[in-house]
């Protein structure tokens, strides 16, 4: 794993560098493999990439969109990060509904995790782990990312790509997520965090080195990018690395 930490002066840049990124994986996966699959996330980084996404240059229509974690609730609903990725890049950028692949949110937390796991076959081998291009990873105060929570029985799952969580300690209870044998297939991971309210949980995972659920993202033969402000890494300029 090649891990790049690299702190920038504000918001403004860490946006620009992280659609900067996305832009190339995009060209690159695009040439290699006709089609770009990326991971999203929500909080932040619905912001980030709508503000970002519409000024890149890329192959649109090559790109399929997957979720590391999705929430059961209605797509008209504030809580469903498809729901807010629809309103934010369907009409600023030519992507399609059917370019998101969509859990089905009538259906319970264990029947959806299965049913995403076979729209995902059709994009992956289903006798290997998926490998995403790149996913865009989200980190709470707590530590945790995708629905993978500090203390939580689903951080050692190793069966299927896809589990489902019923009882998330944040609202809402009933999820799906990415296990981490697939978040660490991926090609590249890339965290982006702004703001001073990330700066102490940075610290933990960064220079600390806490055994905190988004700390557990290690790409085994890929690339893990964190990009941060002043702000969220002020504690952490020390060891910043890399250059992308």
Not at 53 to 77: A, G, H, M, N
Not at 123 to 141: E, Q, V
Not at 143 to 152: M, N, Q, R, V, Y
Not at 179 to 192: G, I, K, L, S
Request: hydrophobic content about 40%.
């Amino acid at each position: 794993m090649s891990k790049i930490i690299t702190v920038l002066k504000d918001e403004n840049l860490v946006i620009n560098k992280l659609c900067g990124l996305i832009q190339d994986m995009s060209k690159k996966a695009i040439e290699q493999e006709d089609l770009f699959k990326i991971g999203l996330s929500g909080g932040s980084l619905t912001k980030f990439l709508s503000i970002g996404l519409p000024k890149i240059d890329t192959d649109w229509s090559k790109w399929r969109l997957f979720f590391c974690d999705e929430r059961l609730v209605p797509i008209e609903s504030g809580d469903s990060t498809y729901g807010v990725y629809k309103s934010a890049l369907i009409g600023t950028t030519p992507l399609t509904e059917d370019q998101f692949i969509k859990i089905d949110p009538q259906l319970t937390a264990e029947e959806a995790a299965k049913d995403y796991i076979q729209q995902m076959s059709v994009y992956f081998p289903p006798d290997s782990l998926p490998r995403f291009h790149m996913l865009l990873l989200g980190m709470g105060p707590d530590g945790h990312t995708c629905s993978l929570f500090p203390g939580h029985r689903l951080l050692e799952e190793t069966s299927v790509w896809v589990a489902p969580i019923t009882d998330s300690p944040k609202p809402p209870p009933s999820r799906i997520t990415l296990t981490f044998p697939v978040v660490n297939n991926a090609e590249c991971c890339v965290f982006a965090a702004t703001g001073a309210s990330k700066a102490d949980i940075v610290k933990r995972i960064l220079k600390n080195g806490e055994a905190l659920p988004a700390g557990k993202v290690q790409p085994s033969n890929g690339k893990l990018v964190w990009l941060l402000d002043e702000a969220a890494g002020q504690h952490v300029k020390d060891v910043q690395t890399g250059v992308l």
